[in-house]
């Protein structure tokens, strides 16, 4: 099993969600975060206070998939929350060891 | 019902007097008592409108236009500091303040005639308001005795303990806002242009009174108190700024209450200050606007609100004696100078005022309780008369070079009793209770450290 974790642009999460639905990803946690990497923030000006914005909000989306999944969700993923600008961001591939469905203590990839 | 029944009396008494039926003195009196009293109900009605909008201009409109202004732990608290002023402010009116304020005394202070609200009753004090009652007199000036005080906590913002803040807001009312409304409009005010003050100082809905002394004020609280903690290397964004656009837009409509307000009748006074108002607001809007997007390349919604409230503050003693066009003109001139005072002053300087009371307020009120002198005009207010009762001219424009100089005394006044009143005031409480919160207290913000609640709860 494999945790594909990606921090994208707030406005391209609908796409993403539709893309990964269309291949038949049915599970996802999205989390709303800040941060940045080589994109640098903005500059904001209240009565002449000038503050430098460094952190610009994202949204983090987590899943788990079957490890031979895995690249195809990527690609799916990747091209929904494309714009080919600086700022796109980014997607991180873990190894799962294990998975475990609270509800029955299902165990592995039937627990997804 | 009833007043169809007297409209109906009112006019078969008026054929009655105009056929000559009736020559006795009696209709032609009851028909005078009636135009009077129904010239009496219109007043009234536009007073207690003008009453209730200017309340209005405290909370909701300066409670969310400074609420939006300070970060979000601080909200609440500065919400409270202006709400507690309707509270306080109130009951000090109600039990002294009004006497102090418009009893006769002398030219510096009222006396104890009205303690208690004594003879303040319906009938009108023909001295002030012939036309309304004494007590809807008596509210409407509440109201500015309300905000006045309420202005000041923009520069004291995010710091200040709430016990220290009860007790400057009940001092200063008392030491520095009392005189002042008594020199101004006060019977035998020093510095009443209508009723004998010795030196007439034009001020028609408080730009000394009320924006000179609250912002001065706020410059020595600004500066006896210091610095928030961490200004200015850490920032310190506004948290809304929806909220203090809220705040500004009830600020501007309370203010045709306070302007056209206090012309104290619904006639053609009233009318021209609300355009004078209105007019003012709309180019210090649009001169601040332009002197940031010429700056920082960008006009914000901060700046032209920023910019609409210095405008309504600098046409406050003009309102009642200009013209349109040189409202348009008094309005240009405050956005640009309030919006330098803002941006390049306060940060030359280096003080922490930190919603910009003096800045908008004591800048903004000083341009112009000066220019009033300048552009008042007899047309609109025939503030000055000979013995022979021919109008005499009253601004600068209109050949009476030396109203300026009456402005600059009345000016320097205001700015001399802010300064020593506020400074003391703030020394006496400083050992008595100290001011500040504590840096650990002002860390966790005013709303949890000095009310136990949060403006904000996200998890419920």
Known sequence: ?112 | MKRILSILSLSALATAHLLGQAATPSPTAALEAAIKSAQMNADNAWMLVSCALVLMMTAPGLALFYGGLVRRKNVLGTMMQSFILMVIGTVLWALIGYSLSFGEGSPYIGDLRYLFLDKVGGDPNATYAATIPHQTFMLFQMMFAIITPALITGAFAERMKFSAMVLFTILWTLLVYYPMAHMVWGNGGLLNAFLGGQIPCLDFAGGTVVHITSGVSALVCALVMGKRKGYPSEPMKPHSLTLSFIGAALLWVGWFGFNAGSALSAGTLATSAFTATHFAAATAALGWILAEWMQHGKPSILGGISGAVAGLVAITPASGFVKPMPALIIGFLAGIFCYFMVVKVKSMMGYDDSLDAFGVHGAGGTLGAILTGVFAVSEINPAFKDASGKILPVGMLEGNGGQVMNQIIGVGIAWVLAIVGTFIILKVIDAVVGLRVSPEEETMGLDLSQHGEEGYSLES
Not at chain 1, 46 to 54: S, T
Not at chain 1, 64 to 79: K, N
Request: aromatic share 4%; net charge neutral.
């Open chain 1, 1 to 112: 099993m494999k945790k594909i974790e990606a921090v994208i642009q707030p406005f391209k999460l609908e796409e993403v969600k539709e893309a990964l639905k269309a291949i038949g990803i049915d599970g996802m946690t999205v989390t709303e975060v800040r941060g940045h990497g080589r994109q640098k923030g903005h500059k904001e000006v209240y009565r002449g206070q000038e503050y430098q914005v460094d952190l610009l909000p994202k949204v983090k989306i987590e899943m788990v998939v079957a490890s031979p999944r895995a690249e195809e969700v990527i690609s799916a993923l990747s091209a929904a929350a494309k714009t080919g600008k600086i700022g796109d961001g980014k997607i991180f591939v873990y190894e799962v060891s294990e998975a475990i469905r609270i509800r029955n203590d299902e165990r592995g990839e039937t627990a997804l």
